[in-house]
Nanobody, 122 residues
Framework: QVQLVESGGGLVQAGGSLSLSCAAS????????MGWFRQAPGKEREFVAA????????AYADSVKDRFTISRDNAKNTVYLQMNILKPEDTAVYYC???????????????WGQGTQVSVSS
């Protein structure tokens, strides 16, 4: 079992930055690839970014590439999402998730956090 708790969401103006954190419980954090997803009101959940178990491989949705950076610290059981040059369309609830595979599909993720709200004003 892995429990995930996100933090760091909030309200920011367009062009600003936010940093999200996701703290994982358990001693097997490094056994999981980690991902960030988001869901805006009235829209389906979408993939944002993923990072491999060691942190050596990352993947991003085209919509956030070159603006967002995913990273992890296995010693701290934490995964991060640094979000720069935020746009109003980035407004959503952001979720971190853990998978024993490697995927951009939410269905492949085994554990989910409760989410944190990110709101970007224009």
């Amino acid at each position: 079992q892995v429990q995930l708790v996100e933090s760091g969401g909030g309200l920011v103006q367009a062009g600003g930055s936010l940093s999200l954190s996701c703290a994982a419980s358990g001693r097997t954090f490094s056994s999981y690839a980690m991902g960030w997803f988001r869901q805006a009101p009235g829209k389906e959940r979408e993939f944002v970014a993923a990072i491999s178990r060691s942190g050596g491989v990352t993947a991003y949705a085209d919509s956030v590439k070159d603006r967002f950076t995913i990273s992890r610290d296995n010693a701290k059981n934490t995964v991060y999402l640094q979000m720069n040059i935020l746009k109003p369309e980035d407004t959503a609830v952001y979720y971190c998730a853990a998978t024993s595979s490697w995927s951009s599909s939410g269905g492949e993720y085994d554990y989910w956090g409760q989410g944190t709200q990110v709101s970007v004003s224009s």
